[in-house]
């Protein structure tokens, strides 16, 4: 591997070949790259010296990977364009880009990786491409997304990659998708609508927790219900139990405003205070005999008796 910089004379032949290339195309010197002997089509750039008095950035085509903090707590960055050879943006390359409000994305991305855009605020919208296969842990927490559609194209979508995105109001998840992990969408305060994919087995720990869905849809091919997954959804009020169903987990829907459960027949371990405090919940259908219930499942269900 080679670590090269724009205006460094000394660098190989190889790396001068995408130095003149950006000089050609009117880059000025503040590029380093990092280019790979065995993989001669990788460059990725990994710094951008001048990007602290930027608002605009235009990056050399013959970049394909956007580097690990390459553009990170960059305060004035407002607008990006990748471009289309970029297939992978690495972790925390644009975290804490507080003015971000623009990125047009590379049409071959595919993996967005950890912490890739957290706390970019002002970001309210971004076109996700068709080719993309992953978002990783947190990849765009706390941003100021509105509304997300994913692509059918993406298989695997990481832990909090959306949690505390406190204006997104909609999510449209891939079809392909299925696992909703730990903290998906936790503390999305004003999301009121998302689709769940059949394919859906799992609904992991808070991934809905602190939302403002009004109605779930759970298909029958989920199993487990993670802990406190539609806690503090205090305006959930419809939710099916799936005929597959074998665990709740603790608080999975304490302080929602469910007024009705029908449990199917099969065998559940629903854990401790799973409906706690639902404060609406009058009728609750069930074959005690297929449950397993843990302490104070029920317990301040006021209407419940």
Request: proline residues 4%; charged residues 25%; glycine residues 4%.
């Amino acid at each position: 591997m080679e670590s090269l910089k724009s205006n460094n004379i000394t660098c190989v032949q190889k790396c001068k070949n995408y130095l003149a290339k950006a000089a050609l195309l009117g880059f000025d010197s503040g590029f380093t790259f990092e280019y790979y002997d065995h993989d001669p089509n990788r460059v990725t750039l990994k710094r951008y010296d001048d990007i602290l008095s930027k608002e605009t950035v235009e990056i050399p085509e013959f970049v394909t990977v956007i580097g690990s903090y390459c553009f990170s707590d960059c305060t004035s960055l407002k607008e990006i364009k990748l471009p289309d050879n970029v297939t992978m943006i690495e972790k925390c390359a644009f975290e804490n880009c507080s003015s971000l409000e623009n990125i047009c994305l590379s049409e071959n991305l595919s993996w967005i990786c950890w912490n890739a855009f957290e706390n970019c605020r002002l970001l309210k919208s971004i076109k996700l491409p068709p080719n993309l296969k992953k978002i990783l842990k947190e990849a765009f927490a706390n941003t100021g997304l509105e509304k997300v559609e994913i692509p059918d194209s993406v298989d695997t979508i990481e832990a909090g990659a959306f949690k505390n995105c406190r204006k997104l109001k909609y999510a449209a998840l891939p079809s392909s998708l299925k696992l909703i992990d730990n903290h998906l969408f936790e503390n999305c305060v004003e999301l009121e609508e998302v689709n769940l994919p059949p394919k859906i087995s799992k609904i992991g720990t808070a991934a809905f927790y602190r939302t403002a869905i009004k109605k779930i849809e759970l298909s029958d091919n989920v199993r487990t219900i993670g802990g406190s997954a539609f806690s503090d959804c205090y305006k959930l009020e419809e939710v099916n139990m799936p005929k597959k169903l074998g665990k709740i987990g603790p608080k999975a829907f304490a302080h929602c405003a469910v007024k009705e459960i029908s449990f199917p027949d099969n065998y559940i371990v629903i854990g401790n205070k799973a409906f706690y405090s639902c404060k609406e919940l009058a009728h609750v259908h069930m074959n005690s005999a297929s449950l397993s219930l843990g302490d104070g499942v029920f317990d301040f269900c006021d209407k419940f008796q």
